[in-house]
């Protein structure tokens, strides 16, 4: 059974872990990439409903992972599938998702219940395979703390620093297993407010060597790292909160080439003086138009976001807005007129997405590059 | 970018007749096509030869040419639309009339007609055309961007095909250039067939080169939906997986939206590679189909095709997404970018993004192998359907067996055709039937794991059947009186039928079987809900009601309270209910659109016009099947705010509503007494008249009242009645089933032999459903009469004279309006007999007559059947006459009086006036797709489509129809003539017709001695039998240009049959009856004069108003 706090209830099968789970409940509407989603650390503090109605189809496997575990809270699909089709399927998704002790809701009409939370805002629920009483899980969900005004990027960064050094992997079976990594040539420190695996794929191809620092760690730390670029990763939670990190990123401005995605840019919008607001119910999904302002083209962009910057706080004698989604007209890139920084709210990494937006990991590098050399010269 | 001001006229090619591989989803298509220019402010201009098509309407392009697609008439609509529009911008649009216009427009091209006349390609450049429909082109570029395909090469003799075989290994797929549906391909398995096939698919191909590929038999098979704008914007509209793995034509596969089996980083592999491809080949704008192939076990990903332009696929993945393919292309080829224009659905959304679904979409193919007795029924890569159904389920599983339900099969569930002992052969061999095979498989426990090794069918979709099979063994454990609600909601859910919850349960009863069923549901509060298709999964609030059922807890579609029609549309195109009815549907929706109601539309088949979401104010997508109405009737009937469950209980208050089922064919003639019966308000000619006119007895009964003769006939449900029946009527006689559409079964016997043989084998009979047997008028003219009436007035929509004789299925037969040679009493006496019979059974609406008038022993007309509901040649005489009738009758029915419309015809009795034109509709024939069966027309209905010529004078334009058909009617060279004995008196007029007209004359020995005693000089030819060379040499030695050839009594024998196949190989036309020789020749004099013309339908019907 599903309760939200508004008081509606939702009842199907359960599959997964038996148990209970709480969390704000979000909508994803990407047509592939469930174990991408599943794994996503943004979606910490999340009970995730799918509105593809199948899923589970072809496994899970080890390479698809964004994260060592998945994120999610709970689960909750129309169909779930008992059996795995795909010749790199590994684990069956509902025995791979019982692993991890995370419930799935199956069974549910999940269009009704993404039609209540498009009308009515993302909100609190829970999920229980245990509790049969309506009324006792609808106060429980009341009773979970909301999402605004919480950082969850600490609860989910990494405790240690680390260097990730792997890059994309090919899945044509022509390709030789044990590919060499490119010899990196410059060197990312990487804010990990819940980063996902692909970005630091993404960097590696790109010819990075990265070293992955907790979400609190101090400006000079970082620098002390000799850095030739920044990334502020994605996250989950509220960006409001994490005032110690908007702090980093200001003390960072300008000394080192900066690239943030999601919460990432999200916290630069806040370190610029901007503010951050929640959307109804979020972009969560696979098909979103992103417009790029300086060439009017259009991208197909991965989205997973509940907050974004209000773009009439910005100081736009500083900022200048590169990106807009054009559902909705959200503020989706912005980048500094003077200094060497530029973010996303987007997922250019995609994973699940489409790859439309690539690019911006070569404009980053590129910038690193500019960087270097300004300072040779 | 904002559209283009440098052009002002676009001319649109359509595609043609409906044939295999091209059917009304470029009615669709082109339509949205049209109409999206026509908004933008352009001058529309259109090219298509088929009048059964919404697109050939005179109000959806500016100006209308319904003239053959050739060469030569394109050339003449552009020379003149060029002088029209003096030297402002031409453009030609061809993306949206399938290859036939793709081929048209780069024969135009390459012969310097555009450039002679300026005009520009839109859409799609010749270079990017030729780049993706020339095979090795093709693959030479998917190389160079680094994509995987198939090993293969072109060869154009035999001696290189072998050497290549050897080389990649067999089994090997051979695919002729240039043609379409895949026609000519197949597969090769040994050097043996190599040899045959091979030979036959560079015969196929207008260039002689056929590809010579690596199998890929048994890959998993997808499809991407890929637009493409001028600032080279690109989206996937919709992924499509094939549940037949690759090996099976597409249009033949059981197709999947959204793809099923990818992870994120395997659909993105393709994504990328299709945007890739679509760059590369430079389609600049518009919708392409790209084709590949994944490797079940390594994930090897090879590139098959692309369609640089809208296709089959494009129109299934448009309703299947909600996102208008042809439409938004039409607005890219005049440069608008994808940013620029909204999403209809969402209104506030742009058609810059990628749709995705929260529902499944199944498409199943519909096939009509029992029309082609001798036809290989094996699945392979040439397609043999005739039409598809696609369905919309909250899970793969419900929307499978909706769409399963959709087929109109006309088996009782539970009862298919299942022979144990070829189940691995049926399994194995792809075949229209497997999926049933399947289903029994499982039932008889063999696991998924075996039949996906058998079949190469992905083991996720096997494992959705077995899940079914699971949920089905659950129901038959209960029994009716005790089963759980829990078990019926489950049951439900998985998509299974009424009727085959009856056959669970063994409730017999026939029709009211599944009413039994529905009760108990209702009872239980099982009822479905209705949901938007809305192309962003509810992301996003929809204005568009276009909807299917499921069942869940939410119902998002509330009635209304305006008065409202439901239509019952046509479900899959098929022989015998094709476009036309479609055609019908739609046209009622317009005008009853246009008188305030709310139009409801219900159709299951994706290809037509009447599915898309702007035909009716809401579109139901749903099977057409008694269950299926009835729950969107009560859904619809229910009042407004009333929840959605108050239809369990009767409360059926809402806003006045009334059900049309005349127009579409006879699937929803099939349910009208049944819906009745159950109190849905039928409006229009009661479903008791529709009843009485086929129902021999009682029919008889009141043509005897109103003094109306009709050819003696008898009712038989044994054998030794029919052979009774048979000798009191008097040989020949015309057998055939009751209750039948198209002329199933039908056959003409001379003696009791083959009544006897009829009945033993061809035919199912009972006492609810008995054979008729009826004399058979022979050299008789058959006439079609199509009429409105309001139940006191009537007016004769028009009187079309057949070409052929009677016994030849009115859809086969070519037929003239006005008519060419009836006398003014024949005349009268049809006009008269029509009043009479649509008075007597009170028609509201349309009703079609067919007569037969025996000339030798004076002139008497005789009915032969009456069809109180619209007919296959209601567009036709829409388009001659420029008088919408589909759009009248449908006035009609809600109550409005034929004297509001026509009160000139009614005054004088006239019939609608056609002006100075004759107008021809021929039918086109499937024969190429059927090697090996019999080309010769008869009492069962066997062409796909149709065309229409039109000219001042008869003989031309029946050459023009015969044109348009693809017949090729020779003006010099030498005529074959061999007649039966019945036809030897009048054979020699005919002859020395052909001998005026420059003709040589070839025939066999009983023929020849006919004509050289009439003092013609014949060339003598040998029979097949006889020895060589005979006839069939001459043939294959281009040595003869057209063939006379009249069938000898019932069984053909062997010699017609080679010769009428030999000349379908050889493209010699083949005429089978005495009139259509005589149109023949009428023709032939008018090709003759060489004068190409072509006319606007919009001038014609001006001219008629402007005489009147």
Redesign the interface.
């Known amino acids: 059974m599903l309760a939200l706090e508004d008081g509606r209830i ?1 009842k199907g099968k359960g599959f997964g872990a038996q148990g209970e789970c709480y969390g704000e409940v979000v ?1 994803n ?5 469930y ?2 989603i599943f794994t996503d650390p943004s979606y910490a503090g999340q009970i995730v409903v799918l ?4 899923i589970g ?2 496994g899970t ?1 080890d ?2 992972n964004e994260a060592t575990r998945p994120y999610i809270e709970g689960l909750i699909v ?2 779930f ?8 399927s590994q684990q069956v998704a509902d025995e791979y998702l019982e692993r991890y002790r995370i419930p799935v809701l199956a069974d549910i ?4 219940l ?2 209540h939370l ?1 009308d009515h805002g993302v909100m609190r629920g829970v999920i229980s395979t245990i509790e049969t009483d309506p009324d006792k899980l609808i106060a429980k969900a009341r009773s979970i703390p909301k999402m605004d005004g919480t950082d969850l990027a600490k609860v989910v960064t990494t405790k240690q620093r680390y260097i990730w050094d792997t890059g994309e992997r090919s ?4 390709e030789v297993v044990g590919v060499k990594e490119p010899e990196p040539q410059h060197h990312v420190v990487a804010y990990d407010f819940g980063i996902k695996h692909n970005i630091l794929r993404k960097l590696v191809s790109g010819r990075c060597r990265v070293t992955v620092v907790p979400a609190e760690t101090n400006a000079e730390d970082v620098l002390a790292l000799k850095p030739d670029g920044v990334f502020l990763s994605n996250g989950p939670g509220d960006p409001e909160p994490c005032t110690y990190a908007q702090e980093n990123i200001r003390r960072l401005m300008g000394r080192v080439p900066i690239f943030g995605i999601c919460l990432g840019h999200q916290l630069v919008g806040l370190a610029l003086g901007g503010k951050t607001y929640k959307l109804k ?1 979020g972009h969560h ?5 992103v ?1 790029q302002l300086l060439t ?3 991208e ?1 962009t991965a989205h997973n976001h509940n907050f974004a910057v209000d773009p009439d706080s910005l100081p736009m004698s500083e900022v200048e807005l590169t990106h807009v989604d ?3 007209n959200t503020l989706e890139g912005l980048r500094h007129r003077n200094l060497p920084l530029f973010s996303v709210q987007y997922h250019p990494e ?6 439309d937006s690539h690019y911006l990991f070569d404009d980053f590098v590129a910038m690193m590059e500019e960087w270097k050399g300004r300072k040779i010269g | 970018m904002p559209r283009r001001t440098d052009i002002s006229k676009i001319l649109i090619i359509g595609s043609g007749p409906i044939v295999i591989g091209q059917s009304a989803e470029f009615d669709y298509s082109g339509t949205q096509a049209c109409k999206a220019l026509k908004s933008e402010g352009y001058e529309v201009v259109l090219a298509n030869s088929n009048p059964a098509t919404i697109m050939t309407d005179p109000e959806i392009a500016d100006r209308t040419y319904i003239e053959p697609l050739t060469r030569t008439y394109l050339e003449e609509i552009i020379r003149i639309e060029s002088e029209m529009s003096g030297g402002r911008g031409f453009a030609l649009l061809p993306t949206v009339g399938g290859q036939t216009a793709l081929n048209l427009a780069v024969e135009l091209a390459d012969a310097q007609v555009l450039e002679k006349y300026d005009v520009q390609l839109i859409g799609a450049q010749l270079e990017a055309i030729k780049k993706a429909e020339d095979r090795l082109m093709f693959k030479d570029a998917m190389t160079r961007i680094g994509l995987d395909v198939p090993k293969s090469a072109l060869v154009n003799n035999l001696r290189d095909g072998m050497e290549f075989s050897g080389k990649i290994g067999f089994p090997v797929i051979l695919r002729p250039s240039f043609t379409l549906g895949g026609t000519g391909g197949s597969i090769a398995y040994n050097r043996e067939e190599l040899v045959e096939l091979l030979a036959r698919a560079l015969d196929l191909s207008p260039v002689h080169e056929v590809l010579i590929e690596e199998s890929v038999l048994g890959w998993k098979e997808f499809e991407l939906e890929v637009m493409r704008d001028l600032r080279d914007n690109v989206i996937i509209v919709c992924s499509i997986e094939n549940f037949d793995p690759m090996g099976v034509h597409t249009g033949d596969s059981i197709t999947v939206a959204p793809a099923q089996t990818l992870t994120d980083r395997e659909y993105q592999r393709m994504r990328d590679a299709a945007i890739r491809v679509i760059r590369e080949i430079g389609v600049e704008t518009g919708g392409s189909n790209i084709q590949f192939a994944v490797h079940p076990t390594t994930g090897r990903m090879v590139v098959i095709e692309m369609n640089p332009r809208v296709s089959r696929s494009s129109a299934l993945a448009s309703k299947a997404t909600g996102f208008p393919i042809a439409k938004i292309a039409a607005k890219l080829a005049v440069g608008y970018t994808l940013d620029e224009i909204p999403n209809d659905i969402t209104r506030k959304t742009p058609a810059c993004f990628e749709p995705t679904l929260d529902y499944v979409v199944v498409k199943i193919p519909k096939w009509q192998f029992e029309k082609f007795p001798g036809a290989d029924e094996s699945l392979g890569p040439q397609m043999k359907s005739v039409g598809e159904v696609m369905a919309i389920g909250r899970t793969f599983k419900e929307a499978l067996l909706k769409a399963v339900r959709s087929l109109e099969t006309g088996k009782k569930p539970g009862t298919e055709d299942i022979e144990p002992k070829i189940l691995i052969q049926r399994l194995v061999t792809p075949h229209p039937e497997r999926l049933s095979y399947l289903r029994y498989a499982l039932r008889q426990g063999h696991t998924v794991k075996e039949l996906a090794k058998m079949t190469s069918i992905d083991p996720w979709f096997i494992f959705q059947l077995k899940e079914i099979t699971d949920v089905q063994l659950e129901v038959e454990k209960h029994p009716i009186d005790a089963v759980p609600t829990g078990v019926i909601r489950e049951a439900k859910r998985a998509g299974i039928s009424d009727n085959r919850l009856a056959s669970a349960w063994r409730v017999s009863n026939g029709r009211g079987a599944a009413e039994k069923i529905r009760h108990l549901r209702k009872s239980r509060g099982v009822i479905p809900v209705y949901k938007h298709v809305d192309t962003c999964a509810a992301e996003f609030e929809s204005y568009t009601p276009y909807l299917y059922s499921t069942y869940e807890d939410e119902d998002e579609a509330p009635p209304t309270d305006k008065k409202k029609v439901i239509i019952l549309g046509a479900g899959p195109n098929r022989i015998g209910q094709g476009i036309e009815f479609d055609y019908c549907c739609c046209h009622a929706a317009f005008a009853l659109r246009d008188d305030g109601y709310e139009t409801i539309m219900v159709n299951c088949n994706p290809e037509t016009v009447s599915t898309d979401y702007d035909t009716s104010d809401r579109l139901y997508f749903e099977p057409l099947t008694f269950e299926d109405v009835m729950a969107v009737y009560e859904h619809e009937a229910r009042k407004p705010g009333s929840p959605a469950h108050a239809a369990r209980d009767g409360v059926e208050s809402g806003a006045p509503i009334g059900v049309i089922v005349q127009f579409g064919g006879q699937t929803p003639l099939n349910l009208a007494l049944p819906l009745k019966a159950a109190g849905v308000p039928i409006i229009g000619t009661s479903p008791e008249s529709i009843d009485l006119a086929e129902d021999r007895k009682r029919f008889g009964k009141l043509l005897d009242e109103l003094r109306i003769p009709q050819p003696p006939g008898a009712i038989a449900t044994s054998i030794a009645e029919a052979v009774a029946g048979a000798n009191q009527v008097g040989y020949p006689v015309l057998v055939r089933p009751s209750y039948v559409l198209g002329g199933r079964a039908m056959v003409i016997a001379y003696d009791d032999e083959s009544v006897i043989k009829y009945m033993k084998e061809a035919v199912e009979y009972s006492q609810e459903r008995p054979v008729l047997v009826d004399h058979f008028l022979e050299a008789a003219v058959e006439v079609d009469v199509d009429a409105l009436s309001d139940g006191e007035d009537v007016v004769i929509g028009g009187i079309m004279q057949h070409i052929e004789e009677a016994g030849i299925h009115s859809g086969d037969s070519s037929c003239v309006l006005p008519s060419v040679d009836l006398s003014d009493e024949v005349l009268t006496t049809l006009r008269q007999y029509s009043f009479r019979l649509a008075r007597a059974l009170k028609v509201i609406g349309l009703m079609n007559v067919q007569y037969a008038i025996q000339r030798h022993n004076g002139e008497k007309v005789f009915v032969l059947e009456v069809n109180p509901r619209a007919s296959r040649t209601v567009p036709f005489v829409s388009k001659a006459t420029g008088v919408p009738l589909a759009k009248i009758a449908a006035r009609l029915m809600t109550g409005r009086k034929l004297r509001e419309f026509l009160p000139d015809n009614i005054e004088r009795a006239s019939d609608l006036d056609t002006g100075s034109c004759y107008y021809v509709k021929s039918p086109v024939f499937p024969w190429s797709k059927f090697p090996g069966v019999d080309t010769v027309l008869g009492p069962e209905m066997k062409s796909t489509g149709e065309v229409m010529g039109t000219a001042d004078n008869f003989g031309e334009a029946f050459a023009k129809a015969q044109i348009a058909a693809g017949n090729r009617l020779p003006t010099h060279g030498a005529v074959f003539i061999s007649v039966t004995d019945r036809d030897k008196p009048q054979v020699v007029d005919i002859a020395k017709r052909f001998v005026d007209l420059g003709f040589k004359l070839v025939a066999t020995s009983g023929t020849a001695r006919v004509l050289e005693q009439a003092g013609l000089t014949i060339e003598r030819v040998y029979k097949v039998k006889e020895g060589r060379p005979n006839v069939v040499d001459l043939i294959k030695g281009d040595r003869i240009q057209l063939i006379i050839n009249t069938p000898h009594g019932a069984e053909p024998w062997f010699d017609e049959k080679s010769i009428r196949r030999a000349a379908v190989t050889h493209h010699v036309q083949s005429i089978t009856t005495l009139a259509a020789a005589r149109a023949a020749a009428d023709g032939i004099a008018a090709l003759q004069q060489g004068h190409t013309s072509v006319r606007a339908l919009q001038t014609l019907h001006a001219q008629r108003a402007a005489v009147r």
Request: no cysteine; hydrophobic share 20%.
């Open positions: 939702f909508f509407t990407s047509i592939t990439g174990q991408e509105t593809n109605p199948e189809n072809y496997n390479d698809d129309r169909e599938s008992r059996i795995s089709s795909n010749w790199r009409d999940t269009r009704a993404v039609r498009r899945i044509e079976p022509t119910f999904g696979g098909n979103h138009p417009k009017n083209k259009v197909i054009l559902n909705d995609a994973s699940p997405g489409p790859h």
